[in-house]
């Protein structure tokens, strides 16, 4: 089996029910996935960009690492993701994750 890393950007929408999670995008190169995240998230509520590894023929996948969240992600979001080595957000709380597998 092979591994691919994929760097996703996870929208936050404010609805009239709540803030809920939106459209996830993927990218290959991490500075389009920070670039988008940072644009989505002064458009959005917020935006969380994280790392994904894993093997996609079987669906394996380690969990996600954060790399950076912009402007208000709930707490429930982030609670699956562990920190990003070296990551300005290292030191953030990490509460929730509503995860989301991309087929």
Same mark, same amino acid.
């Given at each position: 089996? *092979? #591994?691919? #890393?994929?760097?996703?950007?996870?929208?936050?929408?404010? #609805?009239?029910?709540?803030?809920?999670?939106?459209?996830?995008?993927?990218?290959?190169?991490?500075?389009?996935? #920070?670039?988008?995240?940072?644009?989505?998230?002064?458009?959005?509520?917020?935006?969380?960009?994280?790392?994904?590894?894993?093997?996609?023929?079987?669906?394996?996948?380690?969990?996600?690492? =954060?790399?950076?969240?912009?402007?208000?992600?709930?707490?429930?979001?982030?609670? =699956?993701?562990?920190? =990003?080595?070296?990551?300005?957000?290292?030191?953030?709380?990490?509460?929730? *994750?509503?995860?989301?597998?991309?087929?």
């Amino acid at each position: 089996m *092979f #591994t691919v #890393t994929r760097f996703c950007v996870q929208e936050y929408l404010s #609805t009239s029910a709540g803030i809920r999670a939106g459209e996830v995008r993927e990218f290959r190169e991490l500075e389009d996935a #920070t670039r988008h995240g940072r644009q989505v998230g002064g458009r959005r509520v917020g935006a969380v960009i994280y790392k994904a590894v894993g093997e996609p023929p079987s669906n394996l996948w380690r969990d996600p690492e =954060l790399i950076e969240s912009v402007g208000y992600v709930p707490p429930s979001a982030l609670d =699956l993701f562990r920190p =990003l080595r070296g990551s300005a957000h290292a030191e953030c709380e990490i509460i929730a *994750f509503v995860a989301r597998k991309a087929g």
